[in-house]
Nanobody, 127 residues
C-alpha cells in the first residue's frame, strides 16, 4: 500500500461546507479500517469519523449529523463531507489506514489502532 494522501482543505466561513479527499491506493480492495482524525493547535489528536470494508461507520459526537464519511472503490478514495462548519472544526485533518484489519467498533476512533498516516490537510473555519 502507498501512504494515504489527503487533499481538499482550505479556508471556509462558518456555516460553510468542505469535502476532504484521501487517496488510499491498495487499501480499499482488502480488509481494512480507514478514518479521519484531526488535531487543533494545543490539543490532542482526536478521531472524527471512520469506516471499515463492510461499511460500518462511526462518528465523533462533535461532528455527528454534520460530517459524512464514505469510500469509493472505483478510485480508491476516502471522503469526508463536512457541513455546518464552525471555528471549533479548525484543525489539521489526517487520513489514517489500518490495512488487513477490521477494527472493533468501539476502537475505530482510536488513533493508536492505525498504522499508515497521511501528511494532513489544513481546514480553517473563520469569518
Amino acid at each position: 500500500q502507498e501512504r494515504p494522501v489527503e487533499s481538499g482543505g482550505g479556508p471556509v466561513q462558518p456555516g460553510g461546507s468542505l469535502r476532504l479527499s484521501c487517496v488510499v491506493s491498495g487499501y480499499i480492495d482488502i480488509t481494512h479500517s480507514i478514518g479521519w482524525f484531526r488535531q487543533a493547535p494545543g490539543k490532542e489528536r482526536e478521531g472524527v469519523a471512520a469506516i471499515d470494508d463492510i461499511g460500518r461507520s462511526v462518528y465523533a459526537k462533535s461532528v455527528k449529523g454534520r460530517f459524512t464519511i464514505s469510500e469509493v472503490n472505483a478510485n480508491n478514495t476516502l471522503y469526508l463531507e463536512m457541513t455546518s462548519l464552525t471555528p471549533e472544526d479548525t484543525a489539521m485533518y489526517y487520513c489514517a489506514a489500518a490495512p488487513r484489519r477490521r477494527i472493533a467498533m468501539a476502537l475505530l476512533l482510536r488513533d493508536g489502532e492505525y498504522t499508515d498516516w497521511g501528511q494532513g490537510t489544513q481546514v480553517t473555519v473563520s469569518s
